[in-house]
């Protein structure tokens, strides 16, 4: 055999040796690189990281109760001593709903009771829905994916709540703990979004966080 072969033979195999012990190190690598992107402002090295997580909570069924035609809404009650009267938070003195660590407002219920509850008389009606500002926060030592989804009880199940925070409209909402806007990390983060209503009725949202789930039942009235 030629001389030549048998040294090409050995630089192949010395070749193919190599790749194999060094593949793994090199992924891990690759791996290290993009987890340094989590909690920094780098939206591309969190963006893999960002899509399995939300996969995994939208892979989460909704936890609505069964709701009976003409049955009353079993609506859920708030707290004005969940979430701080700070003046970057919008409607900071409303009720808040929600057990934690993410919490919502109904800005345009009157604040009378603490029932998740409003009219839609007043609520600024666009392209065949009703366009209600709603709040959204979370606690400062929360970081991680939320998912928001809601719909119609008792009625047609295709009746989603959609929501919108000027950019995006969706009816599988996602909000990423903290919010870009935060100051600094001891405040709450905050998200002014519109909530898309499409009839009264009584509607479930569900918040899904990476670790946690809640489900809400408010009530809209009074349409036109």
Known sequence: MPLVAIEGGKLRLAFATLLTVAMPFVFICILLILASGIGSSDDSAYSIYDSVAFSQLKNRPLNFP???????????HG???MVPRADYIFCAGCYWFGKGPVFF??????????EARFSLNKVPY?????????????????????LIRGRLLGGDATEKLRFSDGNRLSDAFQLEAPAKERADSSRW???????????????????DTSDATDVIIFEATGAR
Do not use: H, N
Not at 66 to 76: D, M, N, T
Not at 189 to 207: D, H, K, L, N, R
């Open 105 to 114: 407002a109904l800005s345009w219920s009157d604040q009378s009771t603490d």
């Open 126 to 146: 666009e392209r065949r829905t009703y366009r209600a500002k709603t709040p959204w926060v979370s606690k400062p030592e929360y970081y991680g994916p939320i």
């Open 79 to 81: 707290s004005r001593d």
């Open 189 to 207: 983060s905050f998200w002014p979004t519109s909530m898309f209503v499409p009839q009264a009725g009584c509607y479930g949202i569900q918040i």
């Open 66 to 76: 069964a709701l009976a035609a003409g049955e009353r809404c079993p609506i859920s």
